[in-house]
């Protein structure tokens, strides 16, 4: 298992090898995740739409943030792992900038952060990386504008859009970005784009010319059967494998189905239990007319990962 690390992932770009980067929230879907074998996991402020349930990325904070990358890095141990600076937590002020990127290596476990903004946020780009902290760009759409913009739509159309986006992709090289993410533009721009560029671009949206894809665990698992917007492809029915799971389960404790024997604990010591006033339990043993030891709780199972004897 060898750590992916910013020299790896430009190494990858050198050899003309695709990263495969997705978002992750959790522990557990890091796991599965980094065994599936991609590079690099974001933990992208997306946990507003497809976690918390808000219709924009602008609620999320950097506390949610730093949380859910701590559980990402614990379930990821060779991965990549880029944390999103959320809304208001860089366009303030550059000491915040710093201070807050800071907060999602030390406490999130990240070893990068990435946040939205072009030739604009190139100043914070700068002092964040003069800082230790390597920084992602994110250019394009970027949903943290979405009032500014006025919708999710494509971006970059246009001669005076694509010129714009390109010196937005050079200003960031120029800062200290290690890799761009370009989010919704038309793919011959984006190949344009990567094609300037001497550090690797991760596409969603963004056609097959990028030198990496990204796209957000949720959707591409399928997970919301409401969503589907044309650069996203479902690799698997999430929702309808995971309701028809749900479904059985409930069909099986009302019918009593479950849990069966196999599902159920035994008694170590052969015996009956009886309850007693005052709620402790006696074990009567079988033939020898009572008096046995007194029983506590069988063994416990806590979550998933303790087995009882
Ligand atoms: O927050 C996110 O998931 C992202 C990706 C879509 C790039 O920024």
């Known amino acids: 298992m060898k750590k992916v690390t910013i020299r790896t992932l430009q190494g990858m770009y050198s050899s003309g090898e695709k990263v495969v980067m997705v978002t992750a929230y959790d522990a557990t879907m890091a796991r599965i995740m980094e065994d599936a074998g991609v590079d690099a996991i974001l933990v992208g402020d997306s946990v507003g739409m497809v976690v918390q349930g808000h219709d924009s990325t602008i609620p999320v904070t950097l506390d949610h943030i730093v949380y859910h990358s701590a559980a990402v890095r614990r379930g990821a141990k060779r991965a990549h792992v880029v944390a999103?600076?959320?809304?208001?937590?860089?366009?303030?002020?550059?000491?915040?900038?710093?201070?807050?990127?800071?907060?999602?290596?030390a406490e999130?476990?990240?070893?990068?952060?990435?946040?939205?903004?072009?030739?604009?946020?190139?100043?914070?780009?700068?002092?964040?990386?003069?800082?230790?902290?390597?920084?992602?760009?994110?250019?394009?759409?970027?949903?943290q504008s979405i009032h500014k913009l006025g919708g999710?739509?494509?971006?970059?159309?246009?001669?005076?859009?694509?010129?714009?986006?390109?010196?937005?992709?050079?200003?960031?090289?120029?800062?200290?970005?290690?890799?761009?993410?370009?989010?919704?533009?038309?793919?011959?721009?984006?190949?344009?784009?990567?094609?300037?560029?001497?550090?690797?671009?991760?596409?969603?949206?963004?056609?097959?010319?990028c030198s990496g894809q990204v796209l957000v665990c949720y959707d591409l698992l399928g997970f919301n059967p409401d969503f589907a917007p044309r650069f996203l492809k479902r690799y698997a029915d999430g929702y309808g494998t995971m309701k028809a799971a749900a479904e059985?389960?409930?069909?099986?404790?009302?019918?009593?189905?479950?849990?069966?024997?196999?599902?159920?604990?035994?008694?170590?010591?052969?015996?009956?239990?009886?309850?007693?006033?005052?709620?402790?339990?006696?074990?009567?043993?079988?033939?020898?007319?009572?008096?046995g030891s007194l029983s506590k709780e069988p063994d416990q199972v806590y979550g998933s990962g303790k087995v009882a004897k």
Do not use: W
Request: net charge negative; charged share 25%.
């Open 248 to 291: 059985q389960y409930v069909l099986e404790v009302r019918s009593n189905a479950f849990p069966a024997r196999e599902h159920s604990f035994k008694e170590k010591v052969p015996g009956r239990l009886h309850e007693v006033p005052g709620g402790r339990a006696i074990r009567v043993l079988d033939g020898k007319g009572g008096g």
């Open 108 to 143: 999130g476990g990240a070893e990068a952060v990435k946040l939205e903004g072009g030739a604009d946020f190139a100043d914070v780009v700068r002092r964040v990386v003069r800082a230790g902290i390597p920084v992602m760009g994110h250019i394009g759409l970027t949903p």
């Open 152 to 209: 999710y739509g494509v971006q970059g159309r246009g001669v005076e859009a694509a010129r714009a986006l390109i010196e937005d992709a050079r200003a960031l090289e120029e800062a200290g970005c290690y890799c761009i993410v370009l989010e919704c533009v038309p793919e011959e721009l984006a190949k344009e784009v990567t094609g300037i560029l001497s550090i690797p671009t991760i596409g969603i949206g963004a056609g097959a010319g």
């Open 84 to 105: 999103d600076m959320p809304f208001m937590s860089y366009q303030a002020g550059i000491d915040d900038a710093v201070r807050n990127a800071g907060r999602l290596v």
